[in-house]
Structures are given as C-alpha cells and as structure tokens.
C-alpha cells in the first residue's frame, strides 16, 4: 500500500503506553504502526519529537448567541484556528436553547454558524434551559439518537438555571436515551443572596465577584446534583470544578460507585483570587464561574488530576475582548462585578499550560495527560476510537511536541479574536510543532495551515459512560 503520510522515528505516548513506532496514514486515517514502514507520499520525521492524539477540547463556547448583548469574539474559524496552533484537533462547543426557543431551531442556527468556518473537526453540546414537554419527549431524544448525545444543564444564571423538578425530568429522560448530562454546579440562591449584599455594600469591583460565587455555594450545588442523579441512577459530568469543596463531593460520589465524572481548567491551576484584584477595571479580565479560588484550591486540583478524580481538562474558552463595549465592558469600565460577562480565552494555551505546568513539572505523567486532553472526552462524549488515540482505524488527529521547547505566553502570538490573555508573560516548556487533523497538517511551528473548511462535523455515538448502574427502575 502506498501511504499518504509517514510519521518516523517519533515516540508514540497515548493514554496507556509509550513506545517508538512509525504511523501510516491512508485517506485520513491511521492504517500501519510499525518499525521501519515505507512507502509514503510524505514523510515526516519526528525524530526526538513526541507524538500524542491531538487534543480534544470538550468545553468550549464559540459563536454562541447570548441574550444580555454580550458578543464572543471567537466564531468557529478564529476560535478553531487558534485551537490548532495549540495541538487540539476536535472542539466541542454549545448550541445554546434560549428560553422559549426550540432546542431544534438552535442546533439548525449553530449549523449555519459553523458551516465551512472550522479549521479542525468539531461536535456540538446542546444547553438546555426550557425542558418543556416537547423538548424532553420529542426533540432532546431524537437529537441524541441524531449524534448529539451530550447537553449541559446550569443551576445558576437566571436566564439559563433549572430548578431541582426540571433537572430530575431532565436527568429521567437521559437515563432513558443514553445521553452524557454535564452540570454547572453553583447555587444561584446563594449567590443572588450575597451579590445583592455586597452590592448594598458599594463593594462591586472584579473583586466581589469571587466573594460573591462562594466556593460553598459550588459546593452545595455540586452535592445536589449528584444527589439528584444518585435518586435517578444516571451518570453526569461535573463541570470546570474550582476547587477542593467541589472535589470532596466528586471523590465522596465516585467512592460510593456512582458514575460521576469531574472536569476541570486551567484557570483553576494558575489564576487566584488575587488576579480579579488588579487595579482599575483589569480584573474583570479573569471574570469568570466558579472564579478562581487561592493556591491551597490550586494544590487540590492538582491532587485530584492526578489521583482521577478528574477525567477531563477542557477550556472552558469563553472569548470576550476586554476593551470592547460588546465584551468585558458590555456595561463601561466601572460597572458591577455582576455586570461583567464571565469567561476567559483558552483554547491555545489549554494544552501547552497543562504539559508545561504538569508533565514537565512532573505533577502528572505523560500518559495521564493524553487520557485528560483527548483519550477520555472522546470516550464520555462518544467519539472514542474514531478520535482521542492512536490506533489502526481511528483518524489520523495527531499532534509532535518538543517537549524541551521553551516559549512566553503572549497574546501578539496567539491566534483566537481576543484582545488579551490572562497568561500574559507565562514561560512555558513543551510546545507542539505540527497538528494533523485527518492527515492534513493544520498547523506547522504555531502557525495554521489548513483553510477554513477543513473540519468536518462529528455526529457523536451514545457514549458507554453514559450507561446507568441499573440500580433504579421506572425512569
């Protein structure tokens, strides 16, 4: 057989193993592992390089329409171009139901959104935030049955929370159709509490915010939900968990055998409450929930990533430009901390920041990196073997690092739509120097490659995950 591609002498690492192998690649798809393969349009040669699956950033919001006039900076090609030249090579971001609206009419608007935009492969999540009796009966089980197998559900925000009946009917019908349920754990009682408080206070700077999303108020919600999904006996996924109050509630799950399953980011790893204090308005640049917590939260996500109480590492890229007055001042440059759009920019840096700060510092192992970043998303989201390893038949999604390469954290150098980063001036170790999607090389030594167009929507299988213990009955 006369291959495509031929990558050489490269030490291959995947979620299980590491070995010094050459890979085949025919129409996209890995189809050899060997020593000394031949025969090949192309050969690149990895020689001192380290080939891993190309990342798979499993939260992260892109062009996503919002109903308080706030714009994202990032649409599919910016928000995927950058994401290649940071060695990820599927995103999955949200096709978000406004209240009202139907799920399906959102799922057809983000198809027209992304349509011939993306650089790299991507899915979608749905949001749901009006489980009406259409919705939960008709629309959300021949959406999963149609490859959109996950969903997010919020416990805060006004204009997107479920209440404790909606998400036990919500989590009843994932039981029954096998999707992924993904919960944003805070309580919004609690924190509309505090806000109103604090705002009586005159205390409303970037600050308060973190004050304001009480790591007790995470806490509380993620117990909920688990306990709510403990009753309905059906798996979900808590999302970018901040800190070791969440993480005990996790742990304390997945001891007594319920398929829980965390997520966290790097915010959670490198930022504090100390960066939403910046002088002036500059801490709303690190707006973002659950907000940062302090170094003893960041020693616990540590811990927890590498013990396994994480699966996941994702993003959360939520792109809002910070000198804008359709971004970070949506409402001026003294307005209220509840007043600042939430997120932050990560969809480059994601990788680079978790290999940098945990393989090379040897916090985890190069292993547990790839199951974190790739191998274990495609599995919870119903990808896995088509994406997130390196095996006969799955697609040739691989990323080469240099793991001795030694970079700064500038935003002048990042490819997304956003005017700042948050890891400005961050010196990093390890960097990926070539990203294949489907055996097309989409970015060479940071730069992208690939036209917009290149990625191809993922339909996504019910993921095994997702499965129920089988503990309850009659759901």
């Not at 027209?112 to 009406?132: C, N, W």
């Not at 944003?184 to 109103?196: G, K, P, Q, R, S």
């Not at 304390?252 to 308005?281: I, S």
């Not at 907000?291 to 699966?311: H, N, T, Y």
Request: aromatic content about 6%; overall charge negative.
């Amino acid at each position: 057989m006369q291959l495509d591609t031929l990558i050489k002498n490269g030490l291959i690492i995947t979620a299980a193993d590491r070995y010094q192998a050459d890979i085949g690649i025919k129409d996209g798809r890995i189809v050899a592992l060997g020593q000394g393969l031949e025969g090949a349009d192309e050969v690149i040669d990895a020689d001192g390089l380290w080939v891993m699956p190309g990342g798979i950033d499993a939260h992260c919001h892109l062009d996503q329409p919002l109903s308080d006039g706030a714009v994202m900076a990032d649409g599919f090609e910016s928000g995927t171009r950058s994401a290649a030249c940071g060695g990820t090579t599927t995103v999955i971001p949200f096709a978000a139901q406004q209240k009202g609206q139907s799920l399906r009419a959102a799922v057809e608007d983000y198809h027209r959104r992304s349509e011939g935009q993306a650089l790299i492969d991507y899915a979608f999540h749905m949001i749901v935030t009006d489980p009406t009796e259409t919705v939960l009966k008709e629309e959300l089980p021949a959406l999963i049955a149609e490859g959109y197998s996950s969903f997010k559900i919020y416990l805060t925000y006004d204009d997107l929370k479920l209440n404790d009946r909606e998400v036990l009917e919500v989590l009843a019908m994932a039981r029954r159709e096998g999707g992924m349920v993904m919960v944003h754990a805070e309580n919004a009682d609690c924190i509309a509490y505090l806000t109103e408080l604090l705002e009586s206070q005159g205390q409303t700077s970037p600050f308060y915010h973190g004050v304001a999303h009480s790591a007790i108020a995470e806490r509380e919600a993620t117990h909920r939900a688990i306990s709510l999904a403990e009753l309905i006996d059906v798996p979900l996924l808590i999302v970018h968990v901040s800190g070791p109050e969440a993480i005990e509630q996790i742990r304390w799950a997945q001891g007594r055998g319920l398929r829980v399953y965390g997520e966290t980011c790097p915010q959670y790893l490198m930022l504090t409450a100390a960066d939403l204090d910046k002088e002036g308005f500059e801490g709303a640049k690190c707006v973002c929930s659950p907000p940062p917590r302090d170094k003893a939260a960041q020693e616990a996500v540590w811990q927890a990533l590498e013990s396994g109480v994480f699966q996941v590492f994702s993003s959360d890229h939520a792109p809002f430009r910070y000198d804008d007055p359709q971004g970070k001042k949506l409402h001026g440059d003294e307005a209220g901390f509840h007043h600042i759009p939430n997120g932050i920019p990560g969809l480059e840096t994601r990788l680079p920041i978790l290999f940098s700060e945990g393989v090379v510092k040897e916090r985890i192992d190069a292993t547990r990196f790839v199951a974190l970043t790739a191998t274990n998303p495609a599995k919870i989201y119903g990808l896995y073997p088509r994406k997130g390893t390196i095996a006969i038949g799955s697609d040739a999604d691989l990323t080469l690092w240099n793991p001795e390469a030694r970079t700064t954290v500038r935003n002048a150098d990042l490819h997304h739509a956003v005017d700042y980063t948050p890891y400005e001036g961050l010196e990093l170790t390890g960097r990926p120097v070539l990203t294949l999607c489907r055996g097309r090389v989409v970015s060479r030594d940071g730069e992208p490659t690939a036209a917009p167009g290149h990625g191809r929507f993922l339909k996504c299988d019910k993921p095994q995950p997702a499965r129920p213990r089988g503990a309850a009955k009659g759901f």
